[in-house]
């Protein structure tokens, strides 16, 4: 069974994700020169996007893995658990919390509320999609942004449906049919 032939479109190419990325990390390369700079990825989602990204930043940056669950399917139950906290010290530090995608903005606020109590030096967000007609927080202002996308649920490079497809190298939206199995 071949992946590709369980989506129904693609909404974002793998060029096009790659060109936007590459802008990304160019910019934060400039924003960070001189910086001690942590980025933090959030599992699972964002492996792929924070791979990419880090790579292309030109810095000597430091990595941390972070997990919050909220998400079961297709579906959330709006309750974000934090399964793993950052184990190196971020105080006095300029860190850039790497996001998926931003739908409600639940699971960001969560993190960042734990996140802004080891005292870093800065506290940004990126993210790879942003959802911004489903936010129900507003505390949560993500500075560098790949594109804004429709309220539609999305699947690949990174992002899953019941924990498949994040090994597409698009974001694409699935066929119906795969929901209702
Ligand atoms: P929020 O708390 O902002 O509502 O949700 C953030 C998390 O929900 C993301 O990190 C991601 O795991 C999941 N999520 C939100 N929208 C989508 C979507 O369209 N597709 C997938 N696969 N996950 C989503």
Redesign the pocket.
Known sequence: MDINNNIEKVLITEDALDKRIAELASQITTDYMEKDLVMIC?LK?SISYFAHLCEKITLPIEYEFLRAS??HGAT?TGE?KLLHVPTISLKNRHVIIV??????????AAIQKVIEQMEPASLEITTLLD?PSRRLDYTVIPKYVGFIIPD????GFG???DEKYRNLPYIGVLKKEIYKK
Not at 99 to 108: K, V
Not at 152 to 155: A, L, N
């Open positions: 959030l989602g909220s998400y959330t974000v996001e998926d995608i931003i739908d409600t903005g639940l699971t960001l959802k539609e649920f999305v699947v992002l899953d449906y």
